[in-house]
């Protein structure tokens, strides 16, 4: 059974606006990590934050991760055209095992 | 430094029939996992290696997949017979880690094999 649950399930903004994904999840977690997937490829890894952590950032991205209402959000300022794919959330209880979200499409218009 | 390598890319077959998925991972990665990824969901994990060993295959359906990764490098993924609702793309994935080390290590993904059964 999948863990998390993306929010929205689809998005479409403007090319330079900003966009943001939600994830909830229902267990305690070790960590999350979100994953970007373009039409057609793999999964790619984007940004992990851990359990005690509260915020990350790498270049256009933050992750913000809020435990206590098991949830965490992914934001992308200034998007671009490559920034459309599909998002996901993946959850880490112990071990490695991923256990994924069923994701958030975002669509950038030019 | 090359990714993880799947073949094939596309495959479609005929319910009952057979089909086997192959995966090269990351040179020097000890752990291999195999996902399943139904349309519109997100990736499933089916089983996880250790090396040669299996540690996680709860979620696979042993009655119809198979996999195996007898020399602890590249890996087979079987299904026989396939059945409708196994299409879906079938992703590898590798890291440097260890099971029940405490430290995390990224997954390396490959572009999948996308499964159409008929």
């Known amino acids: 059974s999948q863990q998390g649950e993306e929010d929205p399930q689809a998005l479409s903004i403007q090319e330079g606006e900003n966009a943001t994904m939600n994830c909830s999840y229902k267990?305690?977690?070790?960590?999350l990590q979100w994953y970007r997937q373009n039409s057609g490829r793999g999964l790619v890894h984007l940004i992990l934050?851990?359990?005690?952590?509260r915020e990350k950032h790498s270049g256009r991205l933050r992750v913000t991760l809020d435990t206590s209402k098991k949830s965490s959000s992914l934001l992308i300022t200034a998007s671009r055209a490559a920034d459309t794919a599909s998002y996901f959330c993946?959850?880490?209880?112990?071990?490695?095992?991923?256990?994924f979200g069923q994701g958030t499409r975002l669509t950038i218009n030019p | 430094e090359a990714g993880v390598a799947q073949s094939p890319r596309y495959k479609i077959i005929e319910k009952r029939q057979s089909v086997a998925f192959w995966c090269n991972p990351i040179?020097?990665?000890?752990?291999l996992y195999w996902y399943q990824q139904i349309l519109g969901q997100g990736p499933k994990l089916l089983i996880q290696?250790?090396?040669?060993?299996?540690?996680?295959d709860s979620q696979l359906p042993k009655d119809r997949f198979s996999a195996e990764r007898l020399k602890g490098v590249d890996s087979t993924l079987k299904i026989q017979p396939a059945k409708l609702e196994d299409s879906a793309v079938y992703l590898c994935?590798?890291?440097?880690?260890?099971?029940?080390?405490?430290?995390?290590?990224?997954?390396?993904f490959g572009p999948g094999t996308r499964l159409t059964v008929l």
């Open positions: 934050i851990r359990s005690n952590e």
């Open positions: 290696f250790q090396n040669n060993g299996v540690v996680d």
């Open positions: 994935a590798s890291s440097l880690s260890s099971w029940g080390r405490s430290s995390y290590n990224e997954q390396f």
């Open positions: 993946a959850t880490v209880r112990m071990g490695q095992k991923l256990v």
């Open positions: 267990t305690s977690i070790n960590n």
């Open positions: 040179s020097g990665h000890a752990t």
